[in-house]
């Protein structure tokens, strides 16, 4: 399916936010996920379908100072 990821159009067959976050070789752990423009809890990422056209936006901590 099409879905726009951090302002790219890309293509996935994840059927999860969990799914997509692993699909693309992220690591859960340092990230915090928007779907819609709505913040999703990392709790819920298991259970959020990912739909066609879906707007996703994932960004991770990076630490410094």
Known sequence: ???HLNGEKKV??????M???????L???SLIAEVN????????????PIREEDTIELLS???GG
Do not use: H, N, Y
């Open 12 to 17: 996935s067959r994840a059927g999860t936010l």
């Open 1 to 3: 399916m099409k879905i």
């Open 37 to 48: 423009f709505k913040i999703i809890p990392q709790e819920a990422w298991k259970s959020i």
């Open 27 to 29: 690591d859960p752990s």
């Open 61 to 63: 901590f990076v630490g």
């Open 19 to 25: 799914d997509l976050i692993l699909e693309q070789g």
